[in-house]
């Protein structure tokens, strides 16, 4: 069993190993663990979701961080979602048996939460808009990536699990740095955000606020990444 791992950042992806994997390839970090550098948003998780399958993965995890909806979580709490749902409002359930293992693996190492992950096609910025999807879908955090791996994994019957971390809470309106910054695939483009920076140093505590958030998420991950090589041996 080969369980194949889809990264949308590289910031994400330092969580799980040191190796160096290009956008758009895929790298093995242990003997049943593939790694796939995906960049963001919906289609380039599909794209990363098929190589993998192609390599020989035969179960499939969404990996990163998310933004929170539900404002009962705050930065650094693990989502264990059982439940997906896109920007149609159709839901995609995770395979119950690699939930509740994972579930029973992780809770005497971190508390996980579980509940419904919903879609986004870009980067939700304010409080406003993620208490509507709140209410819209239910659902306690969003991400861009996972729904699209969930189903390719429903399309190949594969068990699939996503593994997200909350970033920002719900009551957080990310600084319009990171709006400005974001490329059209949704990467922060350094230069951009340096000229914002400079255009509107107001913005520098926002970006603190949400660099010291990001690192709880990414401790979080660190934590779980431990795991793996036991969330592989599902069966």
């Not at 949308?8 to 970090?29: M, N, Q, W, Y």
């Not at 059209?184 to 951009?192: A, F, N, P």
Request: aromatic fraction near 6%; hydrophobic fraction near 50%.
């Amino acid at each position: 069993m080969i369980t194949g791992i889809v990264v949308a950042l590289p910031e994400e992806l330092t969580t799980l190993t040191s190796k160096r994997i290009d956008k758009g390839h895929c790298v093995f970090i242990a003997d049943k663990l593939l790694v796939a550098y995906s960049g963001t948003g919906a289609k380039n998780a599909a794209i990363a979701t098929e190589l993998l399958i192609s390599k020989g993965a035969t179960q499939l995890v969404s990996w990163g961080c998310a933004a929170a909806l539900s404002p009962t979580l705050k930065p650094g709490d693990l989502v264990l979602a059982d439940t997906l749902i896109d920007v149609d409002d159709a839901a995609i359930a995770v395979n119950p048996h690699w939930h509740n293992y994972a579930k029973h693996l992780l809770s005497p190492f971190i508390k996980v939460k579980t509940g419904k992950l919903t879609e986004s096609l870009s980067i939700v910025s304010s409080s406003r808009e993620k208490q509507q999807l709140q209410l819209i879908t239910e659902a306690i955090a969003l991400d861009m990536e996972s729904i699209a791996i969930a189903k390719a994994a429903e399309k190949k019957a594969l068990p699939f699990l996503a593994i997200r971390v909350i970033i920002d809470p719900a009551d957080m309106d990310l600084p319009r740095a990171i709006s400005y910054a974001a490329n059209s695939e949704g990467d922060i483009v350094l230069s951009r955000l340096l000229l914002f920076l400079a255009l509107h140093p107001n913005e520098l505590f926002g970006l603190i606020r949400l660099g010291f958030y990001f690192n709880a998420a990414k401790s979080t991950l660190k934590r779980i990444a431990k795991q793996l090589n036991a969330l592989a041996d599902f069966k």
